[in-house]
């Protein structure tokens, strides 16, 4: 069964260094989505991709954080420099389309900062 | 901001005991969708519920979206230790999720 790939399932990084995760989507799907998830709340949106374009990136803190689909296949999420607050569950997700199809998740990235 | 705003939540139960998750917003919206999460793993759907009033069942689960499509409940008939886990309700055309309910079932 298809799914949503994502590296590395866990990292742990002292502030002010930089991080990247990595994210491919089950294959055909045009849409990506990052989300951060603090522990027990509910997923928040970074950004959405159709294909390589940027859809939605409005809550996405472009000061330290940035993220590429350059061929519309996989995709980067990259923080500098990370800070404590940025402790989270990072999502990526796809779907076929944008509007209405199901999400299907990836397990995400536990980023702890230290 | 458009929020989603879900009830209760914690909910720790024994197994067997009914229960009712609620979601609630201001807003209106095209449909809604109710996702299971456990430790570890990113959001699975369960339903996405569309008309005004509708209702979904899925084995024991029962979902209800508003008549004014600004709110919708989840509810578990005698529930089991595997549905254990963070049910979240989302809006899908607005990519916003609730605020989450931990459901913990004890044998």
């Known amino acids: 069964e298809a799914e949503v790939a994502q590296s590395p399932r866990y990292k742990i990084t002292e502030k002010s260094q930089a991080v990247a995760f990595w994210c491919d989507p089950i294959s055909g799907h045009a849409t990506l989505y990052w989300y951060r998830q603090i522990l027990g709340q509910g997923p928040e949106l970074l950004v959405q991709?159709?294909?390589?374009?940027?859809?939605?990136d409005s809550q996405l803190p472009k000061d330290r954080f940035s993220a590429e689909r350059l061929k519309g296949v996989d995709s980067t999420l990259k923080i500098q420099p990370a800070e404590l607050g940025d402790s989270a569950m990072y999502l990526c997700a796809s779907s076929l389309t944008v509007a209405g199809d199901e999400q299907f998740f990836g397990p995400g990235t536990r980023l702890t900062v230290l | 901001t458009q929020l989603l705003e879900q009830s209760p939540q914690f909910l720790s139960i024994q197994e067997g005991e009914n229960l009712t998750v609620y979601c609630n917003s201001s807003?209106?919206?095209?449909?809604l969708q109710w996702y299971r999460q456990e430790p570890g793993e990113g959001p699975v759907l369960l339903v996405t519920v569309v008309t005004g009033g509708e209702v979904k069942k899925l084995k024991r689960l029962t979902f209800q979206f508003g008549d004014a499509r600004k709110d919708s409940s989840l509810h578990i008939t005698a529930a089991q230790p595997g549905d254990t886990g963070l049910y979240l309700c989302a809006a899908r055309d607005k990519l916003i999720f609730g605020t989450g309910t931990r459901l913990q079932v004890f044998p």
């Open positions: 991709f159709q294909d390589e374009s940027v859809v939605d």
């Open positions: 807003s209106v919206f095209s449909s």
